[in-house]
């Protein structure tokens, strides 16, 4: 996994919309909200654009990251040395102590490209958490209903210096998110693998790792989930 999140990802990572202050703001105050006076992890901590703002609050925070470049990034940035960052695997990397939140968030369950390895990173999670602790997880809902009979790809993004298409496998749901943009080199292009997952699907991975779900919002501001909404933000809690 870690490959695929190398040095030219890790670049301009922090130029995606996701790290912009209305995105962030609104993540890091629900976070802590949940964390109150715990501690908290992050699964695919990534260039800590939530980590670093989440420990400002004095939170401790920790966190794990299968891409040494996306960590050098994070390493670099004021604030670092307060987070415990560690090179490892979210399905596997086992972080000493208990933690009141665990988080997952900005599509990267995906990243995992095998029900089993969805399923086993929420063990993890569970593992990581103490009784009445909570996982979090942001993940879009399939964009499957915009797909016409016999029709594999949908775009998510068509800028005059960037595209994005989506290419889906019904029967696996495997996907790749096709990337082409302007850069120095002239056109470049980047495809990374997902496996896009249902919201029951999870609740049932949930449910496996002795989790329960408490909430399901649309968005970070508690916006109502809706057959319409395009995400969701799930709290399961530690039973």
């Given at each position: 996994?870690?490959?695929?999140?190398?040095?030219?990802?890790?670049?301009?990572?922090?130029?995606?919309?996701?790290?912009?202050?209305?995105?962030?703001?609104?993540?890091?105050?629900?976070?802590?909200?949940?964390?109150?006076?715990?501690?908290?992890?992050?699964?695919?901590?990534?260039?800590?654009?939530?980590?670093?703002?989440?420990?400002?609050?004095?939170?401790?925070?920790?966190?794990?990251?299968?891409?040494?470049?996306?960590?050098?990034?994070?390493?670099?940035?004021?604030?670092?040395?307060?987070?415990?960052?560690?090179?490892?695997?979210?399905?596997?990397?086992?972080?000493?102590?208990?933690?009141?939140?665990?988080?997952?968030?900005?599509?990267t369950i995906n990243n995992l490209t095998s029900q089993d390895g969805q399923v086993?990173?929420?063990?993890?999670?569970?593992?990581?958490?103490?009784?009445?602790?909570?996982?979090?997880?942001?993940?879009?809902?399939?964009?499957?209903?915009?797909?016409?009979?016999?029709?594999?790809?949908?775009?998510?993004?068509?800028?005059?210096?960037?595209?994005?298409?989506?290419?889906?496998?019904?029967?696996?749901?495997?996907?790749?998110?096709?990337?082409?943009?302007?850069?120095?080199?002239?056109?470049?292009?980047?495809?990374?693998?997902?496996?896009?997952?249902?919201?029951?699907?999870?609740?049932?991975?949930?449910?496996?790792?002795?989790?329960?779900?408490?909430?399901?919002?649309?968005?970070?501001?508690?916006?109502?989930?809706?057959?319409?909404?395009?995400?969701?933000?799930?709290?399961?809690?530690?039973?």
């Amino acid at each position: 996994m870690g490959e695929y999140f190398g040095e030219d990802i890790a670049a301009r990572y922090d130029e995606d919309e996701a790290s912009d202050p209305s995105v962030v703001g609104p993540t890091v105050e629900l976070l802590a909200q949940l964390a109150g006076a715990g501690r908290a992890v992050e699964f695919a901590i990534g260039t800590g654009r939530i980590a670093l703002p989440l420990a400002a609050r004095d939170i401790p925070v920790a966190g794990m990251d299968a891409s040494e470049a996306m960590l050098a990034r994070l390493y670099a940035k004021p604030g670092a040395e307060r987070i415990e960052a560690v090179l490892g695997d979210m399905r596997t990397t086992r972080l000493p102590g208990a933690f009141r939140l665990a988080y997952l968030i900005f599509n990267t369950i995906n990243n995992l490209t095998s029900q089993d390895g969805q399923v086993t990173c929420f063990v993890n999670a569970a593992a990581h958490l103490e009784t009445g602790g909570c996982f979090v997880v942001e993940v879009g809902v399939p964009d499957l209903r915009r797909l016409p009979p016999g029709q594999t790809t949908v775009p998510f993004r068509v800028d005059p210096d960037r595209l994005g298409f989506d290419t889906y496998d019904t029967v696996t749901q495997e996907m790749w998110s096709h990337h082409y943009w302007k850069g120095p080199k002239g056109i470049e292009s980047a495809s990374l693998p997902f496996r896009y997952v249902w919201p029951s699907e999870l609740d049932l991975m949930a449910q496996i790792a002795g989790l329960q779900l408490n909430e399901r919002w649309a968005g970070w501001q508690s916006e109502p989930f809706t057959a319409d909404s395009r995400s969701h933000v799930s709290i399961y809690e530690k039973v």
